[in-house]
């Protein structure tokens, strides 16, 4: 009976333990969430919320707000940087998990997940030493920090995401669907495209989304290479918007949160509650298509 | 004299050093329903899956004789496997439709083979219904998700989705091992109407379902063939000793 007790106690204990933990974690979040807001409220009383999302014109000198054009550049680089870097980490985690013999496999994972593990200031050395002079060069430009040059750099700092996420996903496919098709006579190429993807879907999709989170949110290297200039890229033609510098949400805060005061430190702040919109808006998209994936296996 | 779909001779089976077929000869009759029974690990799937070259996919297997499927060896290195698994349908034991619409998974064997004209392919896939028994069941819902029915219904459309490919053979592992006992009836009465036009090969644990639906029943041990004989004589008068004690649930 008393070894029961006792058993019951260390039990009651693991629990507060962890029960602590996890309020940490919980508590971190809220703190930050609330810090920034709270930094960002004195902007209000200056700017009002849609001209500071909808003006382009950033000019702290003249108090004046207005991110669109770092919205746009940050949208134009994500979307650049998932419409290469997307394709190449599917088809790499198709050869990873499906094609290449297991010890080139384990070889090209593990060359994978190493890229994710370097720091995103080497990404932006890497980028501002090797892509920029590439890119200046390739299209006989002025300069080559351009958003182009930046979503390049994302696209190969979201391969890992795409590719080990990706590969999973394909990897957990039940065995029984793949031989399903392939007792009935597809190829092993069929099989794949026709099968295994559609099976793997939401954990395909979330791989895109964490992706495109992460590209949305880099700040470093895109810093280093974007050229953070403060003007709104041109669209039209849209080479015109790629091939010159311009400046995210991100590089925004960090050009200027050293030496910012006052409302303009408010406008930064604020500038990361819009980033951190963003990224909520992602997160919920990956949490329906996660219970979308529930709902069907 | 009954035709015969399979003749194997001195089918030996290895996985890495591990022997798990030895030295079967076997002929497999056309059109009629063969039961492989035995204990787990007897080798009577390894066997099924030689059929259609699905063990093909295993690594470190190593596989030497013959089977000569209507006197073409399907175990030599010409054979197209695309071809053979058209002709040698499989059943597996869970039931495994792909996650897309009824139509789709029915539809799905006949656009690997490149076929895309719609008349057609809804022609296959009422005719391949029909065939399954599940027609009646899902003619409204054919663009509903396979997903979404029950484990033996499940079974059955994968029952049609072989069909679709209009094969010659229809292998079966275990399948009604996962359902419950009407689904299993159902389906047990589905391959009785179907060894008019197919010749079946069924792996089962169960006695009673081997003796219910097969013509012949062999009784696998160890990777080795014990006995063969029509299911009548082993279950009413077998010849070997071990066969006798397994049927009688003395062991397995």
Redesign the interface.
């Given at each position: 009976m008393k070894r029961m007790h006792s058993k019951l106690r260390i039990d009651a204990i693991f629990k507060t333990v962890v029960f602590f933990f996890t309020c940490i974690s919980v508590i971190a979040l809220a703190a930050i969430l609330i810090f920034t807001l709270l930094k960002a409220l004195p902007l209000f009383k200056e700017v009002n919320i849609i001209e500071f999302i909808t003006s382009d014109v950033w000019s702290p000198s003249t108090e004046q707000f207005g991110i669109a054009s770092f919205v746009v550049a940050s949208i134009l680089t994500t979307i650049l940087a998932c419409l290469i870097g997307i394709p190449v980490g599917l088809y790499t985690a198709i050869f990873i998990s499906e094609i290449a013999p297991k010890k080139i496999a384990s070889f090209v994972l593990f060359a994978v997940e190493i890229l994710a593990s370097i720091p995103s200031v080497i990404y932006g050395f890497f980028g501002l030493t090797v892509m920029v002079p590439f890119v200046q060069k390739l299209f006989n430009i002025r300069s080559g920090t351009t958003l182009f040059t930046a979503s390049l750099i994302l696209a190969l700092m979201i391969l890992p995401t795409v590719v080990s996420l990706s590969t999973s996903a394909l990897k957990a496919v039940p065995k029984t669907i793949d031989e399903g098709s392939l007792a009935l006579g597809a190829t092993k190429m069929q099989t794949i495209m026709k099968t295994k993807i559609p099976y793997a879907k939401s954990g395909i999709l979330t791989s895109f989304l964490l992706g495109l989170g992460r590209a949305l949110g880099e700040t470093m290297a895109v810093m280093l290479v974007a050229g953070n200039a403060n003007m709104m890229p041109q669209l039209i033609p849209i080479s015109e918007a790629y091939l010159n510098g311009g400046r995210t949400l991100t590089g925004n805060i960090i050009m200027e949160l050293a030496y910012a005061s006052g409302t303009h430190e408010a406008a930064l702040f604020a500038t990361g509650v819009v980033l951190f919109i963003f990224v909520c808006l992602i997160n919920i998209i990956i949490l329906r298509v996660k219970r979308k994936g529930v709902a069907h296996s | 004299m009954e035709d015969i779909k399979f003749e194997v001779k001195h089918l030996n089976l290895y996985y890495g050093d591990f022997q798990a077929l030895k030295d079967l000869n076997i002929n497999i009759k056309a059109n009629r329903v063969t039961a492989l029974i035995g204990p787990s690990g007897c080798g009577k799937s390894t066997f099924l899956r030689t059929l259609?070259r699905?063990n093909d996919?295993v690594d470190g297997v190593k596989i030497t004789g013959e089977i000569n499927m209507d006197g073409k060896n399907i175990l030599s290195d010409k054979i197209n496997t695309?071809?053979l698994?058209?002709k040698v349908?499989?059943v597996?034991q869970?039931p495994?439709?792909?996650?897309?619409s009824i139509y789709d998974n029915i539809a799905?064997?006949p656009r690997?083979?490149g076929v895309k004209d719609k008349k057609i392919l809804d022609e296959i896939v009422e005719s391949s219904l029909k065939a399954a028994a599940l027609w009646d069941d899902v003619k409204d819902r054919l663009n509903k998700?396979a997903?979404g029915m029950s484990g033996g219904q499940q079974q059955r459309l994968?029952i049609a989705?072989?069909i679709a490919?209009k094969p010659e053979v229809i292998l079966m592992d275990e399948p009604t091992s996962a359902l419950d006992p009407i689904a299993t009836q159902k389906i047990e009465e589905l391959i009785d109407i179907l060894k008019k036009d197919y010749t079946i090969l069924i792996v089962t644990h169960s006695m009673q379902q081997a003796s219910r639906v097969s013509d012949d029943t062999a009784f696998f041990l160890l990777g080795e063939i014990v006995e063969f004989d029509s299911t009548l004589n082993i279950f009413s008068n077998p010849k070997n000793k071990k066969t006798e004690e397994y049927i009688t649930g003395r062991f397995g």
């Open positions: - | 259609n699905m996919l695309i071809d698994r058209t349908g499989m597996f869970k495994n439709p792909f996650p897309m799905y064997g690997c083979q998700n997903l994968c989705r072989a490919m």
